[in-house]
Antibody
Framework: EVQLVESGGGVVQPGGSLRLSCAASGLTVSSNYMSWVRQAPGKGLEWVSD???????YYADSVEGRFTISRDNSKNTLYLQMNSLRAEDTAVYYCARDIQPPGIGSGMDVWGQGTTVTVSS | QSVLTQPPSASGTPGQRVTISCSGS????????VYWYQQLPGTAPKLLIYQNNQRPSGVPDRFSGSKSGTSASLAISGLRSEDEADYYCAAWDDSLSGWVFGGGTKLTVL
């Protein structure tokens, strides 16, 4: 079964850091186009970051310079290192995969269940 | 404010046909595919439509998508109570090199 499982969420103070993990099974992270998408409480979906199979990395302007996406091929796991966290980063964070280059392929067809990040003092 | 514009709500009765619109600029919807996601309460989004009008395996043919110019639509026919969910359109933004989403439409089955 193809599955993504996020972990690492929690409560952190403004300015703090957190690292999210997305463990994959049934698919190879390094062979796919992996995304982080977040959803603030009661709000819509917001794209955060992508890492391509070839290694290209992209970020939303709102997190550029503060968040870092990476992957560990030996653990088949995707990560999101979040630094300098702000209240507006409070959200459920989902990881998702796309088989083909984003925007021209079959879309994000596998999603994790999400992990909650709360930034509050 | 979302880059893609959707109505915040839609409703219909069981068996009816409902459409949800999604509009954007030429640099997003105009030149790129539109995708639709369904999010049932308390769950992760689920891919519903890709490449404007294609259904992934397992998605009922009651769901259909279309695109014309800088607008797209999701149609749901034979509405069922289990279709009550939030629906999001999405498109690739070439200038951002990232996804942009609509604000979401909450569908209520009366």
């Amino acid at each position: 079964e193809v599955q993504l499982v996020e972990s690492g969420g929690g409560v952190v103070q403004p300015g703090g850091s957190l690292r999210l993990s997305c463990a994959a099974s049934g698919l190879t992270v390094s062979s796919n186009y992996m995304s982080w998408v977040r959803q603030a409480p009661g709000k819509g979906l917001e794209w955060v970051s992508d890492i391509y199979s070839g290694g290209n990395i992209y970020y939303a302007d709102s997190v550029e310079g503060r968040f870092t996406i990476s992957r560990d091929n030996s653990k088949n796991t995707l990560y999101l290192q979040m630094n300098s966290l702000r209240a507006e980063d409070t959200a459920v964070y989902y990881c998702a995969r796309d088989i083909q280059p984003p925007g021209i392929g079959s879309g994000m067809d596998v999603w994790g269940q999400g992990t909650t990040v709360t930034v509050s003092s | 404010q979302s880059v893609l514009t959707q109505p915040p709500s839609a409703s219909g009765t069981p068996g009816q046909r409902v459409t949800i619109s999604c509009s954007g600029s030429s640099s997003k919807i105009g030149y790129n595919y539109v995708y639709w996601y369904q999010q049932l309460p308390g769950t992760a989004p689920k891919l519903l439509i890709y490449q404007n009008n294609q259904r992934p395996s397992g998605v009922p043919d009651r769901f259909s998508g279309s695109k014309s110019g800088t607008s797209a639509s999701l149609a749901i026919s034979g509405l069922r109570s289990e279709d009550e969910a939030d629906y999001y359109c999405a498109a690739w933004d070439d200038s951002l090199s990232g996804w942009v989403f609509g604000g979401g439409t909450k569908l209520t089955v009366l």
